[in-house]
């Protein structure tokens, strides 16, 4: 068992099966419906999420955890002695990863590092898998934040729409 713990957001898309595997927390993004509040990838599967949207009126809005959503995760991993590496959403397109910091500093900002992945999807879910797999390697901290800022430098993420009706 390693002394370090991943973390994500939901917004990684990370299988429930790897997350499981690597020991990964992943916090979820809130999605709001026709006033109906659902937590990503809990209350709201992407398979019941896109019917959804087809049939939407409006567009479904998001909203980013709040740092005490990042406490309730972090507090128990730092309690059972974890240093924690928190990979997640670009900030450019959320104030998840603000609220990440947040919640480190006011817990223990030399125990939790968070990372801004400049990234979504698989570009955050690579990085946080592979920090887990390093720390399961038995490497330190230093180590494998310099293992997963690599990525970072050369990954790329793109989008294939079936159409546009959801971006209009």
């Not at 917004?11 to 809130?30: F, K, N």
């Not at 049939?55 to 309690?79: C, H, I, R, Y």
């Not at 690599?150 to 971006?167: A, D, I």
């Amino acid at each position: 068992m390693s002394d370090i713990a991943s973390v994500t957001d939901s917004t990684s898309d990370i299988p429930r099966d790897l997350a499981e595997r690597y020991g990964i927390r992943v916090v979820p993004l809130t999605v709001v419906h026709e006033g109906v509040v659902y937590r990503d990838g809990i209350d709201l599967t992407p398979e019941q999420f896109y019917p959804m949207l087809e049939k939407a009126k409006q567009l479904p809005t998001t909203s980013q955890p709040s740092p005490s959503q990042f406490m309730d995760v972090f507090g128990p991993l730092l309690e059972s002695g974890k240093q924690i590496l928190s990979f997640h959403l670009s900030k450019v397109l959320s104030g998840t990863v603000n609220s990440a910091k947040l919640a480190a500093r006011q817990l223990a900002p030399d125990r939790i590092h968070v990372v801004d992945t400049g990234s979504v999807s698989f570009g955050i879910a690579v990085q946080a898998i592979e920090a887990a797999r390093l720390a399961m390697e038995g490497f330190g901290v230093s180590a494998i934040l310099e293992q997963v800022a690599r990525p970072q430098e050369v990954l790329r993420s793109s989008v294939q729409l079936e159409h546009l009706g959801v971006c209009i």
